[in-house]
């Protein structure tokens, strides 16, 4: 499956392949090498079946956005965090709020679901629809 993400240490975006979860924690750990003053970069997921998911993270604290095949867009909820997280999206500065934080953990479960499945629905993480479809 194809990420991508936004090196921020280069200022460019950057491919990967990766086909299983340890794969996918060990990308996130590269990320984390490379923060740029927007944050880490969100890593991004495209699975063949159309779907996709983004996932920010920063101290144990995780956002996700799951796109599903038919374009309506989701972002993961019910976290207790204090604070939001700012992350870098693509080279663009973003943040999400304190109520759309998971954890991390509970993200890379979400993550192994999209992985095997194509949908990170299935893994215990509540999204909510935020409204927009294409």
Not at 69 to 91: I, K, Q, T
């Amino acid at each position: 499956m194809k990420a991508t993400y936004w090196n921020g240490l280069t200022d460019e975006p950057l491919e990967s392949e990766v086909g299983t979860v340890d794969d996918l924690v060990a990308l996130c750990q590269s990320v984390a090498g490379s923060r740029s003053e927007r944050g880490l970069s969100a890593v991004e997921l495209q699975h063949g079946n159309g779907a996709s998911v983004s996932l920010s993270f920063d101290d144990g604290r995780a956002f996700l956005v799951w796109i599903d095949p038919r374009g309506d867009a989701y972002s993961s909820v019910g976290g207790d965090f204090e604070n939001g997280l700012a992350f870098d999206y693509m080279g663009s500065h973003s943040e999400a709020p304190a109520a759309s934080l998971i954890p991390f953990v509970d993200a890379i479960a979400a993550l192994s679901a999209f992985l095997a499945t194509g949908s990170p629905a299935d893994a215990g993480v509540s999204f909510v629809h935020d409204g927009t479809s294409n």
